[in-house]
């Protein structure tokens, strides 16, 4: 099976830095992903890891470490608009096809 | 726009009875993911298929059953319906279903079930 941990929730303030942290444990790992839900909306794409290290797009960067499980996203200059849910997904391979399984997300409220 | 269709948005129904929810993917996209989302699960994987084949399934109930079709729409039937099955039923689309690339998903808008 898969398991996969995050924060239930996190708060912070607008112009600030957050990160939010992913461990995992799965076999067949094939990548990871992190995505942005905003409440009753469908999850968007933010970032892609499949090897390690750190990959930066604007804003948000995510960081993988395969050998330990282990994941962030990293928010810079927080926004209000940044307040939503954000979902870890660990994608694993087997027979040539892939699933993506998500954990239970990090909901993150951005204040003022 | 992530170009995945779902409908109904919304359906309102009872105990016992069955619905359908519809999904079309995005444009050349052969891969199809319905998920469920409950407030206290987080998003649920419950079947996969490529260009017409069930190619995964996840924690799907006996009562769900599925198909995509030769357009590559695809159908998620759920039958004797329950009240713990009111939730979020979101579908996705991918173009591979392999690993090449980075095989993101694009998820439709959803659809909401709510059973009484």
Known sequence: GQNIDQPTEMTATEGAIVQINCTYQTSGFNGLFWYQQHAGEAPTFLS?????????????????SRSKGYSYLLLKELQ????????CAVR???????TLTFGKGTMLLVSP | ?????????????????????????????LSVYWYQQSLDQGLQFLIQYYNGEERAKGNILERFSAQQFPDLHSELNLSSLELGDSALYF??????????GTGE??????SRLTVL
């Open chain 1, 92 to 98: 694993t391979q087997n027979s040539g096809y892939s």
């Open chain 2, 105 to 110: 998903l694009f998820f439709g808008e959803g």
């Open chain 1, 80 to 87: 209000m608009k940044d307040s939503a849910s954000y979902l």
């Open chain 2, 91 to 100: 579908c996705a689309s991918s173009v591979v279903a392999g690993g090449r």
């Open chain 1, 48 to 64: 892609y890891n499949v090897l390690d290290g750190l990959e930066e797009k604007g804003r948000f960067s995510s960081f993988l």
């Open chain 2, 1 to 29: 726009d992530s170009g995945v269709t779902q409908t109904p948005k919304h359906l309102i129904t009872a105990t016992g009875q069955r619905v359908t929810l519809r999904c079309s993917p995005r444009s050349g996209d």
